[in-house]
């Protein structure tokens, strides 16, 4: 048992906390980590707010990067001094796991946002012995010290850890935003992709799909800072849906054919429906936006019909053990320029970080742990 400080979310509150906190020691199969950088995704704010799955209070965080300070016996992934970034949690047996699939583990929601280990237990507890959810995507990075699940961890190479700090991202809304382009759309030459959502997710999946072959990329929002952005990393259109009719110029860029390949992260769903009413015939859409759970979304079946599909997409079906350190050695190679995103914060500006993040000011609040 030792003693650091974490980010705690009590129920109803909304708000993040630092607070001393007790961590057990890891277990055979878990690693324990001084955070270096955390990164903020919209995640975390659903899940402070109470709108998915997690059970409070909690640690949350769930885009760790660090170095590993201690291992329990049975870890063969990393070695104490190892620089990690931290990703999702899952169980290595199932069918999916096995195909190299982890992001459709049987045990997904569980393992990421049950708050507990698959045993019921939670390393964190208050000073006092309140137990607190732990193990957020195997992880709840949001601490300076974090006692993480082996499968959430994976080794990459850095030049020091200023650079180790900007790379959390990938563990999250980097590997999902790319990764369902990449792994899961996969748009070929003459392809038109439209992205739904430039935030973080999205943003990285217009970068991922400017190193595709596809034709045109379009990127839609209603910030305009984003589009301009989206612009520079590889967009080829922009859409203010805001202030232009998406569905018209949509169907002016592809020339009335609609789009091959389309992407949801607003998770708004009117914006699913703009997406899929865009498909052309066989296009597929991928939804990686995360409304409140039970949020029903509609589609005209008949349209449905002509080979067209949606598809959802966790993490962007990343084997975390290949894809992390691919998006590392892309990103090393000025080819995905996702630090464009960051803003850095002291872990003490937790809040002010995550309202910027919901208020459009910023893409990907990053707090840097001294
Ligand atoms: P974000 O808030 O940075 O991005 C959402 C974007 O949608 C913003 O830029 C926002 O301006 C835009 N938007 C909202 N309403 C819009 C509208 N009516 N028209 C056009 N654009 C609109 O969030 P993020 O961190 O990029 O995450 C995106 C979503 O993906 C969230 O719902 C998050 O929970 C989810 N998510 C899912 C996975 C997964 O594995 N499936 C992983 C990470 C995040
Ligand atoms: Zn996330």
């Known amino acids: 048992m030792f003693e650091t400080r974490a980010a705690v979310v009590r129920p109803g509150s909304g708000t993040f906390t630092w607070e001393n906190v007790r961590l057990e020691d890891p277990r055979p199969d878990e690693v324990v980590v001084r955070v270096v950088g955390a990164g903020i995704c919209h995640t975390d704010l659903a899940t402070r707010d109470e709108k998915l799955h997690t059970p409070m209070p909690a640690v949350l965080g769930h ?27 899952s169980c ?76 959390a991202p990938i563990g999250c809304g980097v590997q999902t935003g790319a990764g369902a382009i990449l792994n899961e759309l ?33 990127a839609i929002d209603i910030v305009p800072s984003r589009l301009e952005l989206a612009l520079e990393v590889g967009a080829t259109d922009v ?36 997406a899929i009413d865009s498909l052309a015939v066989g296009g597929t859409v991928a939804v990686v936006g995360a409304p409140a759970t039970g949020t029903d979304g509609t589609f005209d079946v008949n349209f449905l019909l002509n080979g067209r599909s949606i598809r959802g997409v966790t993490e962007g079906d990343s084997d975390v053990l290949t894809f992390i350190p ?20 002291r872990p003490e500006e937790i809040n002010e970080a995550a309202a910027d993040a919901a208020s459009g000011a910023v893409l990907k609040p990053v707090l840097r742990f001294p």
């Not at 990067?65 to 990703?87: F, K």
């Not at 069918?95 to 698959?118: D, K, L, M």
């Open 326 to 345: 691919a998006l590392v050695d892309l990103y090393r190679a000025g080819r995905l320029p996702f630090d464009r995103m960051i803003r850095t914060y």
């Open 239 to 274: 859409i203010n849906g805001r202030e232009e009719d998406t569905a018209a110029r949509l169907a002016e860029i592809t020339g009335g054919r609609g789009l091959t390949h389309a992407l949801e992260s607003s998770g708004v769903p009117a914006l699913l429906r703009q």
């Open 63 to 89: 885009e760790g990067a660090g170095v590993v300070e201690a291992v329990g016996s049975a870890v063969t992934r990393v070695a104490v001094g190892d620089h990690v970034l931290l990703s999702f949690s």
């Open 186 to 218: 996969r748009p070929g030459a003459g392809d038109t992709v439209a992205v739904f959502g430039a935030g973080a997710v999205g943003l990285s999946a217009v970068m991922a799909a400017a190193l595709t072959p596809a034709t045109r990329v379009i």
């Open 92 to 167: 290595g047996h199932c069918s999916a796991c096995q195909h190299g699939h982890p992001g459709y583990c049987e045990t997904f929601i569980a393992r990421n946002f049950g708050g507990r280990r698959p045993d019921g237990t939670t390393p964190i507890s208050t000073p006092e012995g309140e137990p607190l959810g732990g193990r957020f995507f195997g992880q709840s990075s949001f601490s300076v010290r974090a006692v993480v699940d082996e499968r959430s961890v994976v080794a990459v190479e850095t030049s020091g850890e200023d650079e180790l700090a900007l790379l």
